[in-house]
C-alpha cells in the first residue's frame, strides 16, 4: 500500500464517499478533505422536508456523519477551509482558512474536485423594497429559510422544478400562501406535458397559485412583477431557477469541460489532467441509452461517482456504468418519476422511438388504496427495446419506475415487462402490474408497426 497524499475538495455527498472509500481501501494514504462549508455529509435532498416537519426531521437527521467521525477514522476533516486554487503542475493547491483568516498550500498525490453545483442566479431586477430572496442549495441555506419562514404568509416560488415543486409543498403545509412561477408553459418541463397537466392540477387542489409560461422581470415593493405585468405579492421569494456545475477552480487548472458544462471524466471518474479527478455534481456521466455525455446533479449518482473516484484514488480500478437519469419526487400525494430518454430525447439521439400512455389501478380494484398510475412508455421503434419511462400516480410509482429502469438497464424489450415475475397479491398490485400492461401496449404497438412496415416492404417489391 502506498502513503499517498489523497485531498478531496468539497466535502457533501461525492467528496465524503470518495474520501471515506479511499481510506478504507488504502489506510496507509493520508486523506484530507477541504470543505468551505461548517457542515459535511449532509442529505441536500432532505432540506424541504426538515422544513415542513423540523419535530419529526431536525437537523441534526440530515447529517449522515459528523466531521469528528471522520476525523476518529483518520481522515483529516477540515470544514470551513475553500481552495482558491490548483496548481496541477506542481500538485499544490492554495488553501484559505475561513475561521483563522490564513491563507496556505498543501501538496496531493491524487486530487478529487468534488465542488457541487450552485444555485442559478436570479434574473430580475431588485430594488431595495424588494421582498427578502432565499435559495434552498446548502444547509446554510435551510438554516436562513427555517428562521425566515417565522412570520411569512406568502411566498413565491421562482422555478417550477424538483425543489420549486418540493417547497410549495412545504410551505402549504406550514400554513403560508404559495405562488410559484414557471418561465415554460408547464411546471417540471422536462416530463412529458400529461405528466405535467396532472402534477399541476394536483398544485392547485393544494391552494398553490401557478403563474406559467411567465418570468420575472422585478422584485419591488413587497411584489413580484412578471413580464405580462401580473404583480404577485410576496413576503419571501424563493430562488429555484435550477443549478449550474460549480467548475470555475477546475477550468483555471486546465481541467477540460464537457460540452454540458461540466467536468469531462473517463469512466474512471479522472479527468484530463494527471492526478485529477472529477466527482459529484459538478462532473458528467455517460447516459447508458443514448450513449452520450449528460450532467444530471443526483445525490444518489454523487455518491456512486465518489464510490468509484475513491477506489482509483487509493489505487484499485472501478468504473462507473453510466446513468439512466432515474429521478423521483413527491408533491403532495403525488409521485412524480422518470428512466431512461422521453420521446423528444430518443429522437434527438437518433432512436426512432414510440411511446405511449397507460392508465390503470395500483393494486386490485377492490382494495382500499388503488389508485389510477398513469405510465408513459418509450420504446425503440424496430427492436421494441426499453428506451424511457415517465410515471405519475399517488401509489406504486416508486416500484414502477425502478422496475422499468432494471429492465433499461437489462436491455429488455417491451414485451419481455410481460412475462417479469412480480410480485402479486391485491393489496399490492393487479394480477397484472400497471408496467406490464403498458408493456404489453407497447410491445403490440411495434409488432403492429413491423406488420406495417413489413407490409409496406412486400408493396415495394411487387
Ligand atoms: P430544476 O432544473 O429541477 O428546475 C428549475 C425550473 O426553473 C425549471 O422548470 C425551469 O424551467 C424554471 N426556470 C428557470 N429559469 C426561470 C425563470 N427565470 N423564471 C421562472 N422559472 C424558471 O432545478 P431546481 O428545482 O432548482 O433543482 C436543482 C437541482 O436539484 C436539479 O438538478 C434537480 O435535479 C435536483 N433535485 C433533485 C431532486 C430529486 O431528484 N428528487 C429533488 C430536489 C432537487
Redesign the pocket.
Known sequence: MSSDRLIVIGGVAAGTKAAATARRRNPAASVVVLQDEAEVAYS??GM?YHLAEGDEIPRRKLIARMPEAFRADGIDMRTRHRVEEIDAKRAIVTVRDLEAGRTYTESYDQLLIATG?Q??A???SVSPTAPPIV???TLADADRIANMLVGVRKLVV?????????MAETARKLGLDVAV????EH????FDEAVSQVVEEELRRNNVQLFTG???VELDGGQVVLDNGDRIAADLVL?????RPSTALAAAAGVKLGATGAIAVSPRMSTNVQRIYAAG?CAESRHVVSDRPVW?????VANRHGRVAGVNMAGGDATFPGVLGT????VFDLAVARTGLGHADASAAGLFPVSGMIQAPSRARYMRGSTTVQIHLTVHEQSGQLLGCQVVGSDAVDKTIDTVAAAIWGKLTASDLLDLDLAYAPPFSPVFAPVQVAGEVLGKAVRAMRVELDAAVMRCMF
Open positions: 441536500a435532498c424541504p453545483a444555485a442559478s436570479l434574473k430580475a435559495q434552498l442549495r421562482l422555478g417550477g422544478g424538483y425543489i420549486g415543486l418540493e412561477v414557471e418561465m415554460a411546471v417540471i418541463p422536462t411567465s418570468r420575472v430562488v429555484a431557477t435550477g443549478v455534481d444530471m446533479p443526483l445525490g444518489d429521478a423521483i419526487f413527491r
